[in-house]
C-alpha cells in the first residue's frame, strides 16, 4: 500500500510559477514510476507529466511541454512538478499517481495509487 499527499497548489497569476510536491509513505517509493494527472471541472482527468522509477527518463502531454518539469527525490520519497509561465487553462485539481510500471504511463487506468489532489488556479 502506498499513500501519497500531493501540496503546493494555490493561487497565482498568468505567467506564474508553481512547484507542486506528493510526498510517498512507505519504503518501496522507488519502485514505483510516478505521473502527474490533472483534472478541470466537467472534464475528464489528463496527463500532465510522468517520470520513471529510477528518474532517469520523463514525460510530459505536448500541452506542458516546456514548461513544466517532473522530478523525484527517492531519498526523500517524493514527487515534484515544477510549473513555469502557467496559462489560465492550467487551472485544474492536479493529482499525483504511483504505477508499478518501470516508466510510467500516459493512462490513468494504469495507475495503483492516488493522492486526493491539490487545486491550482491560474488568474489572468
Known amino acids: 500500500q502506498v499513500q501519497l499527499v500531493e501540496s503546493g497548489g494555490g493561487l497565482v497569476q498568468a505567467g506564474g510559477s508553481l512547484r507542486l510536491s506528493c510526498a510517498a509513505s512507505g519504503r518501496t517509493f522507488s519502485s514505483y514510476a510516478m505521473g502527474w494527472f490533472r483534472q478541470a471541472p466537467g472534464k475528464d482527468r489528463e496527463f500532465v507529466a510522468a517520470v520513471s522509477r529510477s528518474g532517469g527518463s520523463t514525460y510530459y502531454a505536448d500541452s506542458v511541454k516546456g514548461r513544466f518539469t517532473i522530478f523525484r527525490d527517492n531519498a526523500k520519497n517524493t514527487v515534484y512538478l515544477q510549473m513555469n509561465t502557467l496559462k489560465p487553462e492550467d487551472t485544474a485539481v492536479y493529482y499525483c499517481?504511483?504505477?508499478?510500471?518501470?516508466?510510467?504511463?500516459?493512462?490513468?487506468?494504469?495507475?495503483?495509487?492516488w493522492g486526493q489532489g491539490t487545486q491550482v488556479t491560474v488568474s489572468s
Open positions: 499517481a504511483a504505477s508499478k510500471a518501470y516508466s510510467g504511463s500516459y493512462y490513468p487506468g494504469e495507475y495503483d495509487y
